[in-house]
């Protein structure tokens, strides 16, 4: 990596936009049964349709929005930015297509769609920006612990500390 | 907002009637007008704030390569919670469109 050309800066390894989209699409699973009931109980079967391809659009978008940052990122930051700035305008002609395309269908309610694409976006966003900021690492990873340099270092896990032994300090600060 | 609102529907108005519509023509022109203009304006904003964010995400990342895996998942956040109000936009459009 190059911080005399930040645009050109490459992002490697496993992207963690795609592996936030993926934990994301992972806690829709758990919110598909609770709209469908709510869509059943108001709205009836086209209401539970209408959730279903509302919850679809929510869920391609997300990955979408996850894999167009990690192979933007893989080609370099500039590109990266591209992929979200264009990937937003992309994204929103596409679920613009994709509710044109079906509003005069039989089994489409509109009302219903836009609230599941509305509230399931807001939902799993702020669910998982908790886990987030819970772990303060990449989802469904928490931070491997990491050796305390201050701490005596111990040969087993079980040895006593010696109380007057010199701490171990790190040279780096 | 609203005289511009009021402005949009006005030149609506003139070219509907320059065009010959009728009433109701005219009323279904005025609300399709506001709505795609609620829907544009509604874009712009997360367009701006999607670009800052990003800006600052890769300055960030240039300066602290070894974070940007942070960086990301929280940019990505960000990217994600910006576009809700692009979305809200939207489905403000197609309810005041089509419903």
Known sequence: ?173 | MSALSNAVAQVVTQAGETAGLDGDALKSANGASSAGFAYGLAAIGPGIGIGYLVGQAVQAIARQPESAGQVQTTMFLGIAFTEALALIGFVVFILLKFV
């Open chain 1, 1 to 173: 990596m190059s911080v005399d050309e930040p645009l050109g800066v490459r992002i490697e390894g496993p992207s963690p936009a795609m592996a936030v989209a993926v934990d994301i699409v992972k806690r829709a699973v758990w919110v598909v049964p609770v709209a469908l009931l709510i869509a059943a109980g108001f709205w009836g079967a086209d209401g539970v349709w209408s959730t279903l391809y509302g919850l679809a659009i929510v869920v391609v978008n997300f990955l979408l929005a996850g894999w167009l940052l990690a192979v933007g990122g893989r080609i370099g930051a500039a590109a990266m930015g591209a992929a979200a700035l264009f990937g937003f305008l992309l994204r929103l002609g596409l679920i613009m297509v994709a509710v044109l395309a079906v509003r005069n269908a039989s089994w489409v309610e509109l009302v219903p769609l836009g609230l599941t694409i509305i509230v399931t976006h807001l939902l799993l966003l702020f669910w998982e920006l908790r886990h987030v900021s819970a772990s303060l690492a990449f989802p469904g990873l928490r931070p491997a612990p990491t050796p305390n340099p201050y701490l005596p270092v111990r040969d087993r896990a079980d040895d006593p500390v010696d109380p007057d032994a010199e701490p171990v300090r790190s040279d780096r600060r």
